[in-house]
């Protein structure tokens, strides 16, 4: 199987481009840049060096024995990326991004968030290098994760709020192409996920591969072969790409993403793309799967998790969904609630609340796998920024 | 020829420009909207833009925004939009451009909305965000149920692509007089006098001017140099100021004739 794009951003029929014409130049300028850098030497060794010394690459894979025979089943590993630099994977696009920003002369970044780590990742990077910073975040978000948006105001950025439709990561995004469309000139758009018109999904994808590839040399040395299974988060789907991207030709390695099931199966409770009532349609600049109401309008979600709280997901991912490669599926804000406590408890590890779903679903899986499968969890991010959330659902922190 | 062709060969031979008001479909109800249409045809729109309400408008500043909110809220469907103006038909031949963006086109089918916009008297269809090989399906579409398919272009146009776009256009091409979003401006801008200039190079097509229109001295500016001016966020502010149909109809109508320059 081959896992590039068509050079018009296609996987399939998924991706491409449809935004306004004011944004082809622009889009075409990073498209020619990030070609360039892809087969830079010196630029993908600068990129390297700074996933070391900026994000404390490489991450962990970590054996979670405790919770491997509490399950007692498959072992469990998880791949550190809570342990980065800022928390999260993010930090690892956004190194990268920001290197291709500031070849390309631009002064001004702008940024989208929605748990609030991919604005915290952009907001690190900017005043490592000097830039000015707007992140836009849906008012709901900000509301849920205040703690980021103090770190972000710490770190110089301009948080701006936004306060149309769900107020989440969806009303951002469109905040963060009008900025671009109306400052195109001078301002760099560094978009958090595998999603938008190309060549974000494809840039993003390459700049969090680095993921996979620790994961299998990691795991090579810890087991003397690859894992039986590989489970994600999939909000836009950024971190379950980069570590599924370095296996999609190893057909025996099976691996699953984990959509938010929100708390029902029903249009606005929910943020599971693949779940029946998703199909395909064009948000934000690609085409994907989209949840929409029978008009075509953009369904509002739910979830728990704010990062993965998203109506439509990397093209990619639709791509292989409809061919068969990797499996979705989801777990309801429950089974991730729940699988918050226990991997705390029983590993001295808070996850992410988006985590959390990705190790729900390895909670569900593992005990029916005998003890010498392996299975690989993203620990896509920590779950400090979830510690609040999570007191308001179990009813106070008292 | 198409109806917005011949009003602009029409325009041409009365050595006049033209007008084009946007409105959002459904804002406040469809029923509004019709009159609204009537109205504006009346006091001398050359052509009508009716916006289609979409959820997540990222081409259009905050008060376009709100205005589909208000027609979503109100419960505006494409069929509903077309139903009105099937009806709109015995009472005016003002040619009708729908302003949209792509997955309401997309969920309804684009091949099914060709054949029932032309039989509900649309002329035109102008989708923000579709460029390039998609835009080019959806033209070829749309021609056969003789719709034209309204390209864009802006100021960030290069000179390669206006080659190409103006190669598949047709009925007229929308200049974005500025990069940004829909609304107001006290200023007109003088990239899109330069982007006229560019795109008359490669075309003979007419050209309207939209984008930050807002006053009867920004009218007469891009009269200067193109061939219609297009007025929308400006118009919408009027019919969001207003508390009911009659209130809305005369502050339509007064503003309107504020706005149209002697012609």
Redesign the interface.
Known sequence: MNHEPDE?GYWGEYG???????????LDELTKAYFAFRNDTAFQAEFSGFLRTVANRPSPLYFAERLTRELGGAKIYLKREDLNHTGAHKINNCIGQILLARRMGKKRIIAETGAGQHGVATATVCARFGLKCVVYMGTEDMRRQELNVFRMRLLGAEVRGVD??SRTL??AI?EA??DW?????DTYYLLGSALGPHPYPLMVRDLQSVIGRETRSQILEAEGRLPDLLIACVGGGSNAIGLFHDFLSDDNVRMIGVEAGGRGDRLGEHAARFKPGGR??????TKSY?L?D?????ALTHSVSAGLDYASVGPEHAFLYDCGRVEYTSVSDAEALSAFQMLSAVEGIIPALESSHAVAHAVKLAPQMPPDKVIVVNLSGRGDKDVATVAEEFGGIG | MSRITRKFEQMKAQGRKGFIPFISAGDPDLETTAEAVLLLAELGADIIELGVPFSDPIADGPVIQASSQRSLAAGTTLEGILKMTTELRDRTQVPIVLFSYLNPLLNYGIGRLAVDAAAAGIDGVLVTDVIDDEASAISDTFAKNNIDLISLIAPTTIDERLEQITQHANGFLYAVSRTGVTGARTETSSEAEELVKRTRRFTDLPIAVGFGISKREHIEDVWQYADAAVVGSAIVAQIEEAKNRAELLKRLRAFTISLLPER
């Open positions: 018009r491409g481009r449809f935004v306004p014409e004011t944004l082809v130049a622009p149309s439709g969806k009303d469109n192409l009008r469309v109306t400052n195109v000139s395909a349609g064009v948000l934000h600049g989209l929409q029978d008009d075509g309008q953009i």
